[in-house]
């Protein structure tokens, strides 16, 4: 018979729910009571109930309270601040980890074992990843490009608040200008002062920000203008979709050079009369030459009388280059006419012509290998009387560049050319010749030049009169 002292039956199966406030033997830490002998051995025995803040709860019931709370504390977590949460969105790293904690049952420990609780830590003091590091190194470099284009809109917007240097530099072209006889840094010529002129033509100079001007400014000799004849006038531009009524060839480019030539030769009291030799466009060297390329879009025959009316003003002022039937007497300004120009209106004046016509290259050199015989070719239609330029798209008569720069077959095919044009006094000139990358066109136009072409087909007006066609490192064909 077990003695009422015994342990196991000093205390009923259910303790009384309300026991006395005054009870000094029954003190509770952690839930568990201390006044029990079996505090000392951290064991209940089976038949036992586990004591909470002194109350006999039934071991299912503290059990079933813990899963509540256990199942309430994902949900207190997860109510972060919104700068964690938004770092939890954007990178796995900051997010909290649950990955061993995916049941609120697993929680929760079957005793309270002091010291073997498991710790969260978070994971960005973990080591990251392989995957992170990608993940970074891409995030970090789209914001770079777009810390890199905000940049650029910024620059562009600020730029836009100052007026343009070419609008700011051509508007002495454009506007009159009244001398002061005190003036001393001024004079009557001095519209394109400190222009050196540069062998290049401006190709379809009408799409310039200042069509004729830019050129100019830029010391190119030779400008472009593709001509539409529509309800008996002129108009300019590279299409008919492009076309507008202010956009003619007489506005664009036949009277803006009747002004400057105007500027260039005039009457003072130490020049009374007009020289037999008007003086062009550039003071530097007022014998150089303009170039106007007229492309004869529409048809030849019914476009050439046009052309040929509109241009009266030059002709009658004396500004045009001519031949008089046995010698070329060289102006202000060379016409040539190309596209659909018809060559048999070039040639049927013998004995004068102030329209001279674009040979074509490639017929003058038919056959590289018989030039480099020392075979002529017989055609001589086409001579220094009826032409001024011998052309051909340099795609088609010399070839790409596939490897980033020329050949010595390439080299060779140039070389044929400018013998053929020369022998017939004509000026070389290729059309289409690359633009991209950059370290190719400036190889092309290094190889041109020393080859002896005489004009420079360019879009990039600034690059070719700088003539800085250096190649650099970053140019990696140069190393090639």
Known sequence: MPSSSSPRHSQSRFTTPFPAAASNELHTVGGISQGDETSKTGNIPDN???????????????????????????????????????????S???????????????SVPLLPNKGNHSKLHPRWLKKPTRSCCILYCVVGFLAMLGVFQFISIACGIVVSFFPDEIDRVTDHWRQPQRLDPGDTTHWPTDISKDIIPVPCHSHNDY?????????????????EADVWLFDDELYVGHSISALTPSRTLRSMYIDPLLKILHRQNPITRFHHDLDETRNGVFDTDPSQQVILLIDFKTNGE?????????????????????????????????????????????????????????????????????????TRVDD????ITNSYYASVSFEKAVGTP????????????????????????????????????RSLRNHVWRVLAREGVDMLNVDDLVSATRKDWAPRISDWSHWK
């Open 207 to 223: 799409w310039r920000r200042v069509p004729l001007y830019s050129a100019l400014e830029a010391g190119c000799i030779g400008v």
């Open 402 to 437: 596939w490897l980033l720069h020329l050949t010595d077959r390439h080299v060779q095919t140039i070389r044929s050319h400018i013998r053929a044009a020369h022998r017939q006094g004509l000026k070389v000139r290729y059309w289409g010749t690359p633009n991209w990358p």
């Open 380 to 383: 001589d239609t086409f001579n």
């Open 302 to 374: 019914e476009t050439w009388d046009y052309v040929h009316s509109q241009l009266n003003p030059l002709r009658e002022n004396g500004y045009l280059t001519y031949y008089n039937g046995s010698d070329i007497i060289n102006g202000p300004i060379t016409v040539v006419g190309t596209g659909n120009t018809p060559f048999n209106r070039v040639a049927e004046r013998s004995t004068y012509r102030d329209i001279f016509f674009d040979a074509p290259l490639d017929r003058l050199v038919d056959d590289v290998d018989r030039i480099e015989a020392g």
């Open 92 to 106: 796995p790293l900051f997010a909290s980890s649950n990955k061993h904690n995916k049941s609120p049952v697993a």
């Open 48 to 90: 036992r109930p586990a004591t909470f803040g002194g109350f006999g709860v039934p071991e299912e019931l503290v059990y079933e309270s813990d899963l509540e709370e256990a199942w309430e504390r994902p949900r207190r977590q997860r109510q972060g601040s919104l700068w964690t949460r938004g770092l939890a969105a954007v």
